[in-house]
């Protein structure tokens, strides 16, 4: 069974703090992606990534950064944690060349207080 | 630029109703797909359907359908005798031709469906 997962389900975190929240996924997937989930907008893309070590911006990359060290792990790293950051994270993969669905974790809800 | 739009952000019906959710997509990409992706309570997507741009036949699936309309750049989903266990939020996405096959996401509509 495929999977992609995420490190923590619910985390609460004090503003000014970093944050890491993981992604593994046992795909062998070349693509992935972290996706920030707010009512009423739907899910905008953070930063995705195609291979290991390469990152690229998405729509909304202000605030965040992401490591890629190894295939299978994306790192999504909150420098300076702010209210305004308190959503639903979603990681998701893809392989390379034919474009499918995207596999989906189960998301993180971080509250920032 | 991609956008996709979900006009419908909440819908409640009774089971065993139809319900049709509308989605529409722009792009400037000849060669791109449409999604439909199902959020449970639990929260995490998942994926129901991909269709291609040069692909236009409807398709079924069980009480599932899709009605692709490249002419007015429409990509919608009806659930049929709905039931208790669709209600979710659902998703229509778009990717073109774009390094990573990134994904652009429509805001969601939310469907309680009430026995």
């Known amino acids: 069974d495929v999977k992609v997962t995420q490190s923590s389900r619910y985390l609460v975190k004090r503003t000014g703090e970093k944050v890491f929240l993981e992604c593994v996924q046992d795909m062998d997937h070349e693509n992935m992606f972290w996706y920030r989930q707010d009512p009423g907008l739907g899910l905008r893309l953070i930063y995705f990534s195609y291979d290991v070590k390469m990152k690229e911006k998405g729509d909304i990359p202000e605030g965040y950064s992401v490591s890629r060290e190894k295939k299978e792990r994306f790192s999504l790293i909150l420098e300076s944690a702010s209210t305004n950051q308190t959503s639903m994270y979603l990681c998701a993969s893809t392989p390379s060349g034919a474009l499918s669905g995207a596999f989906f974790g189960q998301g993180t809800r971080l509250t920032v207080v | 630029a991609q956008k996709v739009t979900q006009a419908q952000t909440e819908i409640s019906v009774v089971e065993k109703e139809d319900v049709t959710l509308d989605c529409v997509y722009e792009t400037r990409d000849t060669t791109y797909y449409l999604f439909w992706y ?71 509509t939310r469907l309680m469906v009430k026995p």
Not at chain 2, 74 to 89: G, K, P
């Open chain 2, 38 to 108: 199902k959020q449970p309570p639990s929260g995490e997507l998942v994926f129901l359907i991909r269709r291609n741009s040069f692909d236009e036949q409807n398709e079924i699936s069980g009480r599932y359908s899709w009605n692709f309309q490249k002419s007015t750049s429409s990509f919608n989903f009806t659930i049929t005798a709905s039931q208790v266990v669709d209600s979710a939020v659902y998703f229509c996405a778009l990717s073109g031709q774009n390094a990573g096959n990134m994904l652009t996401f429509g805001g969601g």
